[in-house]
């Protein structure tokens, strides 16, 4: 543990083992837990609330949650096991507020292949989350010449009937957030973070960065009310971009709907034993061999497996062909990492469709996790019960042994290792 939001802190310093107070290192851990899936849930939230739409249940829960974390308010490990789950609950209903608002304002997502080369002209590139602050730029760029481009999460932006009706949004480039020093350095255009997932510019590009909302670094531009005027006048400043061919062509754009709609189709395939398993493969990327893992996990999946994923773990595979079964793709990008909330849709049509629970059903989640949004998600599959997830590539430092026992114990949490042996122990 490590906690020193007190006057009574050791040393002046912080509590490593026990408070003076009596906060023990499991309260801690599950303290820090809750206030992550916190930070996790607001950007849920936050997201929802620029569409328009709030919750009052979740608006109630933040600060009652944070209130409980408050030196000397609660040392009961139960009260922290529940108020987590209780977090992972108004996450699960925060992620569907916010894709009922995305459905809402722009349409249902169909599967659409994106482009990853650059077009001979101005161009935007833009990351984060924000659907709305996509839907502006978009707006306020038509007929400028300038192209926009999606980087990391934003990639799913394309399936939306009314963010692809703009035949400027033009493609993606580079993978997770991460990358992006390189590739911001390498490609002479404006940048634009629309929220969380941006890096401390380097040199070669901070003059070229502008941020929004929540998202903020030095000497980078800050725009306010979605007013892009600034950010497009600079684009169209600088030297155009050439013509470039991508190395690859991505599919997103997959929805619940398009999924269910091949309810027939997946119900004969797997009766019929042409599909042995569903795997949802997802979460945020990290930089490091860990993540690895995950390409090396799907490239070994059967052919008579399908790979459900979501969020920028994408990445490390969304490259790679895997065709489909009768007509089922093989390979289905659900979104962003709030579109979470599909895969448990298409979970529980599943266990619908076949008559049983989600956990008897020839389905394992294997999630990254980078930041605090996979920690709220993680609460939210908890909250549900589902069981058996794989957790990698790396266990949350701030779980003690005995909170991922209880972890264990209750849903059979486990943490990723070879990526060969947990497919033969997955598929049994
Ligand atoms: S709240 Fe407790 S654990 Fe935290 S700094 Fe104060 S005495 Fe230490």
């Known amino acids: 543990m490590f906690c020193y939001q007190c006057e009574q802190t050791k040393g002046g310093t912080g509590c490593t083992t026990v408070g003076i107070c009596g906060k023990n290192e499991d309260i801690a851990s599950l303290q820090d837990n809750l206030i992550y899936t916190l930070k996790g849930l607001s950007a849920y939230v936050y997201h929802s609330n620029e569409l328009g739409v709030n919750d009052k249940e979740i608006d109630e829960f933040i600060p009652e949650a944070l209130y409980a974390t408050l030196t000397n308010s609660n040392f009961d490990l139960n009260d922290f096991v529940a108020m987590n789950l209780r977090a992972g609950e108004m996450t699960l209903k925060a992620?569907?507020?916010?894709?009922?608002?995305?459905?809402?304002?722009?349409?249902?997502p169909t599967p659409v292949q994106v482009q990853t080369g650059t077009k001979a002209g101005a161009g935007i590139l833009v990351t984060g989350h924000s659907l709305k602050a996509l839907e502006e730029l978009l707006k306020q760029t038509e007929g400028t010449g300038v192209n926009v481009y999606t980087h990391s999460e934003m990639l799913p932006a394309h399936g939306y009937p009314e963010l692809k009706k703009y035949k400027h949004l033009v493609g993606n480039l580079g993978k997770a957030w991460f990358?992006?020093?390189?590739?911001?350095?390498?490609?002479?255009?404006?940048?634009?973070?629309?929220?969380?997932?941006?890096?401390?510019?380097?040199?070669?590009?901070?003059?070229?960065?502008?941020?929004?909302?929540?998202?903020?670094?030095?000497?980078?531009?800050?725009?306010?009310?979605?007013?892009?005027?600034?950010a497009i006048a600079h684009a169209k400043r600088l030297k155009p971009l050439s013509e470039t061919k991508g190395?690859?062509?991505?599919?997103?754009?997959?929805?619940?709907?398009?999924?269910?709609?091949l309810a027939d189709k997946i119900k004969e395939a797997v009766t019929s034993g042409k599909i042995k398993h569903f795997f949802l493969v997802g979460g945020c990327d990290a930089?490091?061999?860990?993540?690895?893992?995950?390409?090396?996990?799907?490239?070994?999946?059967?052919?008579?497996?399908?790979?459900?994923?979501?969020?920028?773990?994408?990445?490390?595979?969304?490259?790679?062909?895997?065709?489909?079964?009768?007509?089922?793709?093989?390979?289905?990008?659900?979104?962003?990492?709030n579109d979470a909330i599909e895969a448990v849709?298409?979970?529980?049509?599943?266990?619908e469709l076949f008559e049983c629970e989600v956990n008897?059903?020839?389905?394992?989640?294997?999630?990254?996790?980078?930041?605090?949004?996979?920690?709220?998600?993680?609460?939210?599959?908890?909250?549900?019960?589902?069981?058996?997830?794989?957790?990698?590539?790396?266990?949350?430092?701030?779980?003690?042994?005995?909170?991922?026992?209880?972890?264990?114990d209750n849903f059979d949490l486990r943490l990723t290792g070879d990526a060969k042996e947990d497919m033969a122990v997955m598929l049994g």
């Open 179 to 230: 990358d992006q020093k390189k590739l911001w350095s390498d490609n002479e255009m404006v940048l634009i973070a629309f929220g969380n997932c941006v890096l401390i510019p380097k040199e070669a590009y901070k003059d070229r960065l502008y941020c929004l909302g929540i998202a903020g670094v030095p000497e980078a531009k800050k725009i306010n009310g979605f007013d892009f005027s600034e």
């Open 345 to 351: 849709n298409i979970a529980v049509a599943l266990a």
């Open 247 to 261: 190395d690859v062509v991505l599919t997103t754009g997959f929805s619940s709907n398009v999924v269910l709609s």
């Open 95 to 108: 992620m569907k507020m916010l894709k009922e608002a995305h459905f809402k304002k722009y349409g249902i």
């Open 360 to 408: 008897d059903l020839p389905l394992t989640l294997v999630l990254s996790w980078m930041e605090q949004k996979a920690v709220a998600i993680l609460m939210s599959l908890f909250h549900l019960g589902i069981k058996g997830i794989y957790l990698g590539p790396k266990p949350p430092a701030w779980i003690t042994p005995n909170v991922f026992k209880v972890l264990q």
């Open 287 to 337: 930089p490091g061999k860990g993540g690895e893992y995950f390409r090396e996990f799907v490239q070994n999946a059967p052919k008579d497996t399908i790979i459900l994923t979501l969020a920028c773990g994408k990445y490390r595979f969304n490259d790679l062909d895997l065709g489909d079964i009768d007509g089922i793709p093989r390979l289905i990008d659900l979104g962003q990492c």
